[in-house]
Antibody
């Protein structure tokens, strides 16, 4: 069974870049069966898909965030990463990583709260 | 911009049945959108319930079922239990690698 774990700073200053990593265990990130995704949830609000990546490096982004988002994969470390630039308070959220199979999110990380504040 | 709409809230009695829906701001939901459903309790990560319209994820009780009802995707909880009290989200696959989450439904069991 896959396990995913997010890591990264819990506090980011406005206008800076948010960087998070998701470490995958219990399976290979290079599996042809999976894509890998990032989802976020502002406090008290709903879920928002940020983007997804395949082990080959193919990426897909939410059009509303596309200009600020970069998702990458490191197969040697079994990790994939999220960078979100020019953050504002509106980017304060719990960020989740998840595996994507059968066009759905199946295994989820526990989530990590990132606060944007000076 | 595509909006995926869900009822804001529903109340169901213990043992009762409730059907949540997932619609599009413009157009009809079909199996081609591969609707999936997720359950989330406060402070927890979402749990996958249903994918590809009506396939239950591993370990999900059969009181949860997915379908297409009219022009919307639907999640039915039959024989609701107290621990079904949660937020429920649908997701639609829009093609070209793009996903959209629904607005979410808060289900109360009382």
């Amino acid at each position: 069974q896959l396990q995913l774990q997010e890591s990264g700073p819990g506090l980011v200053k406005p206008s800076e870049t948010l960087s998070l990593t998701c470490t995958v265990s219990g399976g290979s990130i290079s599996s042809s069966s999976y894509y890998w995704g990032w989802i976020r949830q502002p406090p008290g609000k709903g879920l928002e898909w940020i983007g997804s990546i395949y082990y080959s490096g193919s990426t897909y982004y939410n059009p509303s965030l596309k200009s600020r988002v970069t998702i990458s994969v490191d197969t040697s470390k079994n990790q994939f990463s999220l960078k979100l630039s020019s953050v504002t308070a509106a980017d304060t959220a719990v960020y989740y990583c998840a595996s994507v199979q059968w066009l759905a999110f199946d295994y989820w990380g526990q989530g990590t709260l990132v606060t944007v504040s000076s | 911009q595509t909006v995926v709409t869900q009822e804001p809230s529903f109340s169901v009695s213990p043992g009762g049945t409730v059907t949540l829906t997932c619609g599009l701001s413009s157009g009809s939901v079909s199996t081609s959108y591969y609707p999936s459903w997720y359950q989330q309790t406060p402070g927890q990560a979402p749990r996958t319930l249903i994918y590809s319209t009506n396939t239950r994820s591993s370990g999900v009780p059969d009181r949860f079922s997915g379908s297409i009802l009219g022009n919307k995707a639907a999640l039915t909880i039959t024989g609701a239990q107290a621990d079904d009290e949660s937020d429920y989200y649908c997701v639609l696959y829009m093609g070209s690698g793009i996903y959209v989450f629904g607005t979410g439904t808060k289900v109360t069991v009382l």
